[in-house]
């Protein structure tokens, strides 16, 4: 492979790196991402969905899901907003199904029927069973959620029936960011031809 050297750009804070020195450093850079992403795993968890349906993860998700996950009752604006956009968007569904998550961590039991009481009334009983309540196994989801920062956002997956998280993100819905998404569900759709 030869490089162009004649025509220099910037890439971050390295300056006259050639066109082509540019593109290979975007490629690697891409290619750690994908690699640092690709090795987590969502670990065989059973959950509920808010309909009272009992769900294992990931082996009953079909082929691919988005699972758009909040701690918090703040987080709460952050997921309806990437579920929302997610359910809209029909380019998502027919490769991935799509979940809202709500991770009771820290909620004390005799608090918790009161809460999935609220949920319930808040939610149109056809989105119920594509909404999980999660009351055991939070450390395994913080991990796959790589949830390390603030309780108080969205955290977005997708994962495949392996269990192979293949796209992660968290905080706010951005245009960037939810592209980023779609790209790579367009790419499991190629795959799966």
């Not at 969205?154 to 029936?161: C, H, N, S, T």
Request: aromatic share 6%; net charge positive; glycine share 6%.
């Amino acid at each position: 492979m030869q490089l162009n050297t004649a025509t220099p750009t910037t890439f971050g804070n390295c300056r006259n790196l050639s066109r082509d020195g540019a593109v290979v450093l975007r490629m690697l850079a891409t290619l750690v991402f994908l690699a640092a992403t690709a090795s987590a795993t969502l670990s065989s968890v059973t959950t509920q969905t808010l309909s009272g349906e009992k769900v294992v993860l990931p082996q009953d998700i079909g082929d691919a899901a988005v699972l758009v996950a909040g701690f918090t009752k703040a987080s709460r604006a952050q997921t309806e907003t990437w579920a929302h956009r997610l359910r809209d968007d029909p380019r998502v569904s027919p490769k991935a199904a799509i979940y809202e998550v709500s991770i009771l961590d820290g909620v004390p039991g005799f608090l918790r029927g009161m809460i999935i009481s609220q949920m319930k009334s808040g939610i149109a009983p056809t989105r119920q069973k594509r909404f999980l309540i999660v009351t055991e196994s939070v450390d395994s989801w913080r991990r796959a959620l790589a949830a390390s920062g603030s309780d108080d956002q969205a955290y977005v997956i997708l994962v495949q029936r392996s269990g192979a998280v293949v796209w992660r993100g968290h905080g706010a819905l951005t245009e960037s960011s939810y592209q980023d998404l779609i790209r790579v569900i367009e790419s499991l759709k190629r795959e799966s031809r």
